[in-house]
């Protein structure tokens, strides 16, 4: 089993920024890539970003291309998502997931997720 926990999420500004953190414990080798989702209330979730522990490939949503950049410190376990230029529409619970073979937008699907972390951007 892999354990994630996210940090880092809070009320900002549009304009302004955040990053968050997502940790890893337990299995982690089992951990093919880790990804970002995020759900709006009454809406989908959508992904945002994902990486593979190697670090080499990087994928992101339209919607966040040239704003938000996901990293991983792999000595630290710990997965981040640095989110600039912050938009209301950004606004939504964001969780962290893991998957075991997967890190492709299209086949990444999460054998494992975080519980969440509340991103506020007030217009």
């Known amino acids: 089993q892999v354990q994630l926990v996210e940090s880092g999420g809070g009320l900002v500004q549009a304009g302004g920024s955040l990053r968050l953190s997502c940790a890893a414990s337990?299995?982690?080798?089992?951990?093919?890539?880790v990804a970002w989702f995020r759900q709006a209330p009454g809406k989908e979730g959508e992904f945002v970003a994902s990486?593979?522990?190697?670090?080499?490939?990087?994928y992101y949503a339209d919607s966040v291309k040239g704003r938000f950049t996901i990293s991983r410190d792999a000595a630290k376990n710990t997965v981040y998502l640095q989110m600039n230029t912050l938009k209301p529409e950004d606004s939504a619970v964001y969780y962290c997931?893991?998957?075991?073979?997967?890190?492709?937008?299209?086949?990444?699907?999460?054998?494992?997720w975080g519980q969440g972390t509340q991103v506020t951007v007030s217009s």
């Open positions: 990486i593979p522990w190697t670090g080499d490939r990087l």
């Open positions: 997931a893991a998957d075991k073979y997967w890190e492709t937008p299209l086949g990444f699907k999460g054998d494992y």
């Open positions: 337990g299995r982690t080798e089992i951990a093919h890539a």
